[in-house]
């Protein structure tokens, strides 16, 4: 095929994603934005496009569910050699500060500090945002997205730029390629934690980044990369397909099996190449 009709096809193939993702299945529509589609090898560990999501004031609330997929065979990494496991997808940042996770508790340079989530945010302050996994594949929430705040922060006093977070995300893995969300209210009503709303503000949108840093990528595969977003009919995540990344080609692997010098006429001893 002549290589502009590949491109062509390439093109009408992105904006039929694009359009899938700015028309999502679920029951509420997100506004979505991948910031970059970039061409990648395959056989590797790669770092690709980042997903950003903005949620409408009200669509997200605790309870809600939604799995994240990449194709078969394919691997969120924690880094170039290790896959993410359900402790690291759990591990929170704080701005600055980094909370291991282990079984429902979370843990502060070795020390416990907490025993759930609730615990954990009715503690610490947050200025910037909140990042949940691996130093390069993880979910952020910023505090302010567009200008305004984020619906999962509550402002501790007006202008004082000092937040709390009112909802979490807990991450269940289901396979080396697909990870199931379930937000959690983490200031549930009738606790000493409840600020009187249930889950996310609601006069606020919800901003987050899905940052794919490390993505183990199938031998062989070309083509598109999608991560598939697929949520119940009652939850208020949207479901789409989002494109992430291509593979154009791949590499070909060279082995010389013979190697006279190459100063000498060869014709009588060729060089052998094995693919």
Known sequence: MPKKW?????????????????????????????????????????????????????????????????????????????VMTEKDWNRVTVDDAVYEYDHGEYFYKGNKVAPNAAMLFSMLNIRKHVKLGSDKTYFEFPVVGLGTQSGLFNETAPGSGVYKLNTGLHIAKLSDNE?????????????????????PDSSYDVYMFFRNGAIYIDEGFEGYIQATIDAPSTSGISSGIIPIGRVSGGEVDLEVTNAPNFNNDTTSDPIKIRI
């Open 179 to 199: 990870i199931e969300i379930e937000v959690n209210d983490i200031t549930p009503q009738g606790t000493p934690f409840d600020d009187g709303n249930y889950g």
């Open 6 to 82: 590949k491109n062509k096809i390439y093109l009408i193939f992105v904006l039929m994603l694009i359009f899938t993702v700015l028309n999502p299945l679920g029951a509420y529509a997100s506004d979505v934005e991948v910031l970059n589609i970039p061409v990648v090898d395959d056989d590797k560990v790669q770092e690709l496009g980042t997903v950003y999501i903005r949620n409408s004031a009200g669509q997200i609330m605790p309870g809600d569910t939604a799995s994240v997929r990449l194709p078969e065979d394919f691997k969120f990494m924690k880094n170039d050699t290790e």
